[in-house]
């Protein structure tokens, strides 16, 4: 595995669709990262300039970034700079950057482009490590504040991406001389948990509000929780098509609300555009309906929850699934 400092520089445009929606997209401009060795020691460098394919320029990306349009256009194309950077990193990368921001940006570039981004995969938050072991809080702070603070040397271009990948790999260098293994993230979310916790001590459990019961399945389909208690609810991941849900068993797999065992349901119903359903039985407790919404999350991805309604929680859905089984 290897541990990659990453970085991007992007440009945002706006565009439309077949369907005529507008739509926004941060088309990169350039690719910076950092390999690191033994220690979080820089070993190596990636830099390339990307050409802008979607939109032009901003004036005052140009300036930030210090870059022209004529150096994007000598540039090669993202497919032809991503392949080049996917060799350079070598299996299995580890990535690691300032901030969150960078690899939603890096998969929305390979998924606009319909390239296989089953390598860019969430990254170590060296800004995140940075503000819980030095602050002790999760209060974001600017890449050059935290040189500035580190005494590193300064002898890099601030906003370029390959700058800011050096910046950020010598932070997490001397974040691990400093720290250690209190740099890993299981420490650092374990130290999270417990600074929430100060911050927000449990309440008293309020009394459930009473539920009004719908005029019809149409109103209760559109707020199924303004009339109906999910005895369990669950977040899905994305994916990029809306058939991934249904190959995917952890979909169609539940736990009794009550018992903890493991509940497998029957095959998808459609209820109605992006509505699910599915019975899910249970000896000792009776029969549940999970109940699977999705919608677009973007134009490249989908995103969706399941709900677990207990059979009495949910009358018109149970006459639904009656009536067409």
Request: aromatic share 12%.
């Amino acid at each position: 595995m290897s541990m990659i400092v990453l970085d991007l520089e992007w440009n945002t445009v706006f565009y439309h669709d077949e369907q005529g929606e507008r739509h926004h997209f941060d088309e990169i401009i350039q690719i910076g990262a950092v390999r690191l060795a033994e220690g979080y020691q820089p070993a190596d460098t990636f830099n390339c300039y990307v050409r802008n394919q979607q939109g032009s320029l901003s004036p005052s990306i140009a300036e930030l970034v210090q870059v022209t349009q004529e150096t994007l256009d000598a540039s090669e194309d993202f497919p032809t700079v991503a392949e080049a950077f996917l060799d350079w990193c070598g299996e299995n990368p580890r990535f690691l950057t300032w901030s969150n921001s960078d690899i939603p940006v890096l998969r929305q570039n390979f998924l606009f482009y319909d390239l296989n981004a089953a390598a860019i995969k969430r990254a170590y938050n060296v800004q995140f490590a940075y503000s819980m072991l030095i602050s002790g809080s999760t209060s974001a702070v600017a890449l050059n504040k935290a040189v500035d603070a580190c005494a590193l040397e300064q002898d890099e271009q601030f906003h370029s991406a390959v700058g800011d990948a050096v910046y950020t790999a010598r932070i997490m260098h001397k974040l691990w001389e400093d720290y250690g293994v209190k740099t890993r993230e299981s420490y650092l979310y374990g130290q999270l948990q417990k600074l929430r916790a100060a911050k927000h001590p449990p309440r008293a459990p309020k009394a459930p509000a009473s539920l009004t019961p719908p005029d019809s399945f149409e109103d209760w389909l559109e707020a199924p929780s303004r009339y109906s208690r999910s005895a369990q609810h669950k977040k899905l991941a994305c994916n990029t098509h809306r058939k991934a849900y249904f190959r995917q068993s952890g979909n169609k797999a539940f736990l009794c609300p009550k018992c903890k065992k493991k509940l497998p349901g029957t095959r998808w119903q459609m209820i109605e555009e992006n509505r699910y359903v599915s019975t899910v039985c249970c000896a000792d407790h009776g029969k549940f309906y999970a109940l699977m919404r999705l919608r677009r999350k973007n134009p490249y991805l989908w995103e969706g929850v399941v709900d677990l309604y207990p059979e009495r929680e949910c009358g018109l859905l149970a006459q639904w699934v009656q009536f067409h089984t």
